[in-house]
């Protein structure tokens, strides 16, 4: 009788075997990836379920929108784009399966994703010991130069270095750090700290709260009675909301004590509520206001493609990027080939809504002029200055004498 | 008979996986044998015992850390700092990390820490009559706090990130298809072990105190047996299990993070147990083996809605199998059993 139990169970432990094993067979290509018969695959891999979800599926949507617009200009090197879109599911281990399954399954010719700094560690050993690339497209916490990661978000020479020396610029001799619990705001606070230290500008506290946390009473409190000139935010995700309807019933003003965010972007500030966030500074590369010629188009394209009330935001701009960079440098090569299109990419150059942006060839960042804006009351963010020209990508700031202790 | 014929055939299945398919799909497939480790522990302690435990992420995260600081620091070298360490602004080794240099350590870390934990956790809690919803919602409380500690001390244990970037176990190259053949086989070993470990638990007078606890835990202290002990015993079996499965997940997967521990992914390890059926361990092993099979599927498939999908099948199995899969096929050789006495007795 315990028989037929068993050979039901047996039943239910083969069956995913032999599924699996149905999906195994597919034919190899030769020198390079990705490239079939009428196109050419590449792999989008972002959260698209989970806590990043929100964050994510926009810097999708640009990407997605990018190869459309190859595509309709005859795609790259003659032959469609097909995009393998994967779901990262705001988990890293999945990211990193995901990743392998591009790469060795759909054999794709590049990947574009990731959003956290957990998803890109989780990614990195995944494309070094394949030899794929990853082209990431957040602004991160530097100190990393992978030579199968391609970054296209900014490095902290062009976002956190220029939003500080503009704070310092503005006489502000006391800041207040407030940030999410993982790599990148602990990172990014560490080299606050070291600038802080060099510059005379005295931190009054660092406080962290764990990734998704909406109690901001305790923290509010203790940011109000150290009375610091401006707060340096690296919160990400929903805890904003919290933290600035906090702080705004503390009666913490812009005027008197500006919030400077460097993970508000256009998508937040909506979430946020422009009320709440309105007069505070954030750091970027890019705004929807930016007036290039290329964002005109952008912005337009991406309205006519998801929706006249979508906004779109640094992190998707950079996704976009991406694609187009990586087009362009494989134009250039001639082939998808990992290593001539990593050969080829060194100083290309697109007219990217930011302005121009060019691959440096040696740490595999790109050029881009920093922003620093200021929360409208309608949502946007209106510059209030800029490099004006492309800030070299430093990822290591070998080149600040007061960073020199950071770099392992 | 024919019940070994069954066992020799998954086992010979087992076997031929290795062969047949793509290291990628093998890896995948190892990594749902380390689920199904952990499903023979939960099926001890919740179906055969009673005991619902939701957190048992926190001896699986015990046993994975144990290995992946073994690991990590074999890759480091005698006077290296594991990566994290180095840009988390940690300058000398914890003191904490040191012991786990040695591989003997490390080994036996992986069993008796989460072991031990669950050991002690078990009697204060067992000794004190906390059972049902209260004894559910303690392990999972765990779950969520182990992992607040875990992201907080990012320079020990590499916060958020989790400890990822291995390259070797032990003598094993992991980039290299043998190696990953050969950490599949011992997970698939384990698994075997283990269930046979738990079968004989089961079998045993043991197995039928535990049932009996299970069932009427005062009508056993009356009898004169003290059902903290047997309650402690078995979840801390369960959760020398966990640990073996996460230690194991780590050479598999290649990293092991806060996020693989907390309560969704504690909830998930207890679906495939469900969905199989809690109280046959086959049913565990199949179920842990086919949700988690489930979700790489129609996570590829339906990269916008999987998680719909998923959500479906375990509502469903829910709706029409109570008991999970292997309650179906039981009730079925029940009612057939019925029919037949009833026949001859016509």
Same mark, same amino acid.
């Given at each position: 009788?315990?028989?037929?139990? @068993?050979?039901?169970?047996?039943?239910?432990? =083969?069956?995913?075997?032999?599924? %699996?094993?149905?999906?195994?067979?597919?034919?190899?290509?030769?020198?390079?990836?990705?490239?079939?018969?009428?196109?050419?695959?590449?792999?989008?891999?972002?959260?698209?379920?989970?806590?990043?979800?929100?964050?994510?599926?926009? %810097?999708?949507? !640009?990407?997605?929108?990018?190869?459309?617009?190859?595509?309709?200009?005859?795609?790259?090197?003659?032959?469609?784009?097909?995009?393998? =879109? $994967?779901?990262?599911?705001?988990?890293?281990?999945?990211?990193?399966?995901?990743?392998?399954?591009?790469?060795?399954?759909?054999?794709?010719?590049?990947?574009?994703?990731?959003?956290?700094?957990?998803?890109?560690?989780?990614?990195?050993?995944?494309?070094?010991?394949?030899?794929?690339?990853?082209?990431?497209?957040?602004?991160? $916490?530097?100190?990393?130069?992978?030579?199968? /990661?391609?970054?296209?978000?900014?490095?902290?020479?062009?976002? /956190?270095?220029?939003?500080?020396?503009?704070?310092?610029?503005?006489?502000?001799?006391?800041?207040?750090?407030?940030?999410?619990?993982?790599?990148?705001?602990? +990172?990014?606070?560490?080299? /606050?700290?070291?600038? !802080?230290?060099?510059?005379? /500008?005295?931190?009054?506290?660092?406080?962290?709260?764990? @990734?998704?946390?909406?109690?901001?009473?305790?923290?509010?409190?203790?940011?109000?009675?150290?009375?610091?000139?401006?707060?340096?935010? +690296?919160?990400?995700?929903?805890?904003?909301?919290?933290?600035?309807?906090?702080?705004?019933?503390?009666?913490?003003?812009?005027?008197?004590?500006?919030?400077?965010?460097?993970?508000?972007?256009?998508?937040? %500030?909506?979430?946020?509520?422009?009320?709440?966030?309105?007069?505070?500074?954030?750091?970027?590369?890019?705004?929807?206001? =930016?007036?290039?010629?290329?964002?005109?188009?952008?912005?337009?394209?991406?309205?006519?493609?998801?929706?006249?009330?979508?906004?779109?935001?640094?992190?998707?701009?950079?996704?976009?990027?991406?694609?187009?960079?990586?087009?362009?440098?494989?134009?250039?090569?001639?082939?998808?080939? %990992?290593?001539?299109?990593?050969?080829?990419?060194?100083?290309?150059?697109?007219?990217?809504?930011?302005?121009?942006?060019?691959?440096?060839?040696?740490?595999?960042?790109?050029?881009?002029?920093?922003?620093?804006?200021?929360?409208?009351?309608?949502?946007?963010?209106?510059?209030?200055?800029?490099?004006?020209?492309?800030?070299?990508?430093?990822?290591?700031?070998?080149?600040?004498?007061?960073?020199?202790?950071?770099?392992? | 008979?024919?019940?070994?014929?069954?066992?020799?055939?998954?086992? &010979?299945?087992?076997?031929?996986?290795?062969?047949?398919?793509?290291?990628?799909?093998?890896?995948?497939?190892?990594?749902?044998?380390?689920?199904?480790?952990?499903?023979?522990?939960?099926?001890?302690?919740?179906?055969?015992?009673?005991?619902?435990?939701?957190?048992?992420?926190?001896?699986?995260?015990?046993?994975?850390?144990?290995?992946?600081?073994?690991?990590?620091?074999?890759?480091?070298?005698?006077?290296?700092?594991?990566?994290?360490?180095?840009?988390?602004?940690?300058?000398?080794?914890?003191?904490?990390?040191?012991?786990?240099?040695?591989?003997?350590?490390?080994?036996?870390?992986?069993?008796?820490?989460?072991?031990?934990?669950?050991?002690?956790?078990?009697?204060?809690?067992?000794?004190?009559?906390?059972?049902?919803?209260?004894?559910?919602?303690?392990?999972?409380?765990?779950?969520?706090?182990?992992?607040?500690?875990?992201?907080?001390?990012?320079?020990?244990?590499?916060?958020?990130?989790?400890?990822?970037?291995?390259?070797?176990?032990?003598?094993?190259?992991?980039?290299?298809?043998?190696?990953?053949?050969?950490?599949?086989?011992?997970?698939?070993?384990?698994?075997?072990?283990?269930?046979?470990?738990?079968?004989?638990?089961?079998?045993?007078?043991?197995?039928?105190? &535990?049932?009996?606890?299970?069932?009427?835990?005062?009508?056993?202290?009356?009898?004169?047996?003290?059902?903290?002990?047997?309650?402690?015993?078995?979840?801390?079996?369960?959760?020398?299990?966990?640990? &073996?499965?996460?230690?194991?997940?780590?050479?598999?997967?290649?990293?092991?993070?806060?996020?693989?521990?907390?309560?969704?992914?504690?909830?998930?390890?207890?679906?495939?147990?469900?969905?199989?059926?809690?109280?046959?361990?086959?049913?565990?092993?199949?179920?842990?083996?086919?949700?988690?099979?489930?979700?790489?599927?129609?996570?590829?498939?339906?990269?916008?809605?999987? &998680?719909?999908?998923?959500?479906?099948?375990?509502?469903?199995?829910?709706?029409?199998?109570?008991?999970?899969?292997?309650?179906?096929?039981?009730?079925?050789?029940?009612?057939?059993?019925?029919?037949?006495?009833?026949?001859?007795?016509?």
């Amino acid at each position: 009788m315990r028989s037929r139990l @068993l050979k039901a169970l047996t039943l239910s432990l =083969t069956l995913p075997v032999v599924l %699996v094993a149905g999906c195994v067979s597919e034919p190899g290509t030769g020198a390079s990836p990705g490239v079939g018969g009428d196109g050419i695959k590449v792999g989008v891999l972002h959260s698209l379920s989970g806590t990043m979800a929100i964050s994510e599926v926009t %810097v999708k949507d !640009a990407e997605l929108l990018a190869i459309e617009e190859l595509n309709a200009s005859g795609g790259v090197l003659g032959k469609k784009l097909v995009p393998v =879109t $994967e779901d990262g599911a705001s988990d890293w281990p999945t990211f990193a399966e995901k990743a392998q399954k591009l790469i060795s399954q759909d054999k794709v010719a590049t990947v574009f994703g990731g959003w956290t700094s957990a998803s890109r560690k989780a990614m990195l050993p995944v494309f070094e010991r394949n030899k794929a690339l990853l082209w990431y497209p957040v602004q991160y $916490e530097g100190l990393e130069s992978s030579p199968y /990661i391609f970054y296209t978000g900014a490095t902290t020479n062009q976002q /956190i270095v220029p939003a500080l020396d503009y704070l310092a610029a503005q006489g502000k001799k006391k800041l207040f750090l407030v940030g999410s619990d993982y790599v990148f705001p602990r +990172t990014a606070n560490k080299i /606050i700290k070291a600038y !802080a230290a060099a510059k005379g /500008i005295e931190v009054l506290g660092e406080e962290y709260t764990p @990734l998704g946390h909406t109690e901001y009473g305790t923290l509010v409190n203790k940011l109000v009675d150290a009375k610091p000139d401006a707060v340096f935010n +690296t919160l990400n995700g929903d805890s904003n909301v919290a933290f600035f309807k906090q702080l705004r019933s503390a009666g913490i003003t812009a005027a008197g004590t500006p919030v400077v965010s460097v993970s508000v972007a256009e998508e937040e %500030v909506k979430g946020i509520g422009p009320d709440n966030v309105a007069g505070h500074l954030v750091a970027w590369n890019y705004y929807q206001t =930016t007036r290039t010629p290329a964002n005109d188009t952008f912005v337009k394209a991406f309205k006519a493609k998801y929706g006249v009330d979508k906004v779109t935001s640094d992190p998707m701009e950079a996704g976009y990027n991406a694609v187009k960079l990586w087009a362009a440098a494989v134009t250039k090569a001639g082939s998808t080939d %990992v290593e001539a299109v990593k050969k080829a990419a060194g100083g290309i150059a697109i007219d990217a809504p930011e302005g121009t942006t060019t691959i440096d060839g040696g740490n595999q960042h790109v050029s881009k002029t920093a922003r620093i804006g200021v929360v409208e009351p309608d949502g946007q963010i209106k510059e209030v200055w800029s490099s004006g020209a492309p800030i070299t990508p430093d990822p290591y700031l070998k080149g600040y004498d007061w960073a020199s202790g950071l770099a392992p | 008979m024919s019940s070994r014929i069954a066992l020799a055939l998954c086992v &010979l299945l087992l076997a031929v996986a290795p062969f047949t398919l793509s290291p990628f799909r093998l890896g995948l497939l190892a990594k749902y044998l380390c689920f199904a480790i952990v499903a023979v522990g939960i099926a001890l302690a919740w179906g055969q015992g009673g005991m619902l435990v939701l957190g048992q992420g926190v001896f699986f995260g015990l046993g994975g850390y144990a290995m992946g600081m073994y690991l990590k620091l074999s890759e480091a070298g005698s006077a290296g700092l594991p990566d994290f360490m180095v840009w988390s602004g940690v300058e000398e080794l914890p003191a904490l990390w040191k012991p786990f240099a040695n591989p003997v350590f490390a080994l036996a870390a992986v069993v008796l820490v989460p072991g031990l934990v669950a050991f002690l956790l078990g009697l204060l809690v067992f000794r004190q009559r906390v059972r049902g919803a209260y004894f559910a919602i303690l392990s999972q409380a765990l779950a969520a706090a182990f992992v607040i500690l875990l992201v907080g001390r990012q320079g020990i244990t590499g916060g958020t990130n989790g400890l990822t970037n291995f390259s070797r176990f032990f003598q094993l190259d992991l980039t290299d298809p043998n190696g990953q053949r050969a950490v599949y086989a011992i997970a698939a070993v384990v698994l075997g072990l283990v269930y046979l470990v738990a079968r004989l638990v089961i079998r045993g007078r043991f197995g039928r105190l &535990l049932v009996a606890v299970r069932d009427g835990e005062d009508r056993v202290r009356f009898l004169g047996y003290d059902p903290a002990v047997v309650k402690t015993v078995t979840f801390t079996m369960s959760a020398v299990m966990a640990g &073996l499965a996460g230690a194991l997940f780590v050479p598999i997967v290649g990293i092991i993070s806060p996020a693989l521990l907390g309560i969704v992914p504690s909830l998930e390890l207890l679906v495939g147990v469900a969905v199989g059926g809690r109280f046959v361990l086959a049913g565990a092993i199949g179920g842990a083996i086919l949700v988690n099979y489930a979700k790489t599927a129609f996570s590829e498939d339906f990269a916008e809605g999987w &998680l719909y999908l998923q959500g479906g099948l375990f509502v469903l199995v829910l709706v029409f199998a109570p008991k999970g899969l292997a309650g179906l096929v039981t009730g079925a050789r029940e009612r057939l059993a019925a029919r037949v006495r009833k026949e001859r007795v016509a």
